[in-house]
């Protein structure tokens, strides 16, 4: 299993990914999950980045992270 890969599914800029947490410098960071993509141009604008090969993460700021929980509120709320 992958670290921080238990979360829910959503939608973010066009992109399905999936909520969790990324460790970075002994933290954990809020975070989304690439797990599909219409292109990549599309993944790149959704501010994804490939941190490992083949694993696509998008580090979230406290705004974005707002942004999320929203989402996830009309989703699942």
């Not at 999950?33 to 790149?44: Q, V």
Request: aromatic share 12%; proline share 3%.
């Amino acid at each position: 299993m992958v670290k921080g890969r238990d979360g829910l599914k959503i939608v973010y800029k066009g992109v399905l990914c999936e909520t969790g947490y990324e460790r970075i410098m002994g933290e954990s960071v809020p975070a989304l999950f690439l797990l599909d993509s219409p292109n990549s141009e599309k993944t790149y604008e959704a501010g994804f980045e490939e941190i490992h090969y083949g694993r696509w993460v998008k580090l979230l700021t406290e705004t974005e992270f707002k942004e999320v929980l929203d989402l996830i509120e009309k989703k699942y709320m």
